[in-house]
Nanobody, 123 residues
Framework: QLQLVESGGGLVQPGGSLRLSCAASGFTLADYPIGWFRQAPGKEREGVSCISSSGGSTNYADSVKGRFIISRDNAKNTVYLQMNSLKPEDTDVYYC????????????????WGKGTLVTVSS
């Protein structure tokens, strides 16, 4: 069964940090660029960050640049999103997805999606 599972979400105070994980089962994560997306109820989904299949290239939305870091460990079939200096406006459900291609604008042709993990930034 092809599956992506996110973990690591939770409640954090403004200025705090969280690390999200995206683990794959049933397929080899190293074959795909991986993107992180976020979406709140009633809002459009936003691309947060993308990493190429090798991990050699990354890009970020302007809203998170300098605060979030995406990385991958292909040996563990896992991609991470380190989120620092969190703000209340980062509150969202975060999803990871495996795509068909990577470009300077982000991941595209998203093929497999996880079910999401909730991040709440609040004092």
């Amino acid at each position: 069964q092809l599956q992506l599972v996110e973990s690591g979400g939770g409640l954090v105070q403004p200025g705090g940090s969280l690390r999200l994980s995206c683990a794959a089962s049933g397929f080899t994560l190293a074959d795909y660029p991986i993107g992180w997306f976020r979406q709140a109820p009633g809002k459009e989904r936003e691309g947060v960050s993308c990493i190429s299949s090798s991990g050699g290239s990354t890009n970020y939305a302007d809203s998170v640049k300098g605060r979030f870091i995406i990385s991958r460990d292909n040996a563990k079939n896992t991609v991470y999103l380190q989120m620092n200096s969190l703000k209340p406006e980062d509150t969202d459900v975060y999803y990871c997805a495996a795509g068909n291609y990577y470009s300077q604008y982000g991941c595209g042709g998203m093929k497999y999606w996880g079910k999401g993990t909730l991040v709440t930034v609040s004092s």
